[in-house]
């Protein structure tokens, strides 16, 4: 069981990582606009630019909407996305586990 402990641990930790990253390290992003923005802006089509369906969502533009403090909003926000992400990754390992242990012939290594 040293080995379980050994995984828990490393991906304990690589997760505490991220979530100080975002809490400490994403307020400090560059705020001039990039990629497609930039591009736009250097094109000179950036003013046609509208509105997404989803841009009044609470985590639109990286915060969180009604937290009025800047960098605690954003690096909420960062913390949603990290656990979200952590979930969805979970639910998907979950389920390819309980699908191989379904399947006999894979569970031996006798799949495609």
Do not use: C
């Not at 400490?24 to 990039?34: G, H, M, R």
């Amino acid at each position: 069981m040293k080995n379980a402990s050994s995984t828990r641990l490393f991906l304990f930790a690589g997760l505490l990582f991220a979530v100080a990253l975002v809490l400490f390290v994403s307020p400090f992003a560059n705020p001039n606009p990039d990629g497609l923005n930039r591009v736009a802006i250097d094109e000179g089509f950036a003013e046609t630019e509208t509105d997404h369906s989803l841009s009044d969502s609470p985590l639109a533009e990286y915060a969180v909407s009604g937290v009025d403090n800047e960098w605690i909003s954003k690096g909420l926000s960062g913390v949603i996305g990290i656990l979200a992400t952590l979930g969805l990754g979970l639910a998907l390992f979950a389920f390819a586990k309980k699908r191989r242990a379904s399947d006999p012939a894979q569970a031996r290594g006798e799949g495609a």
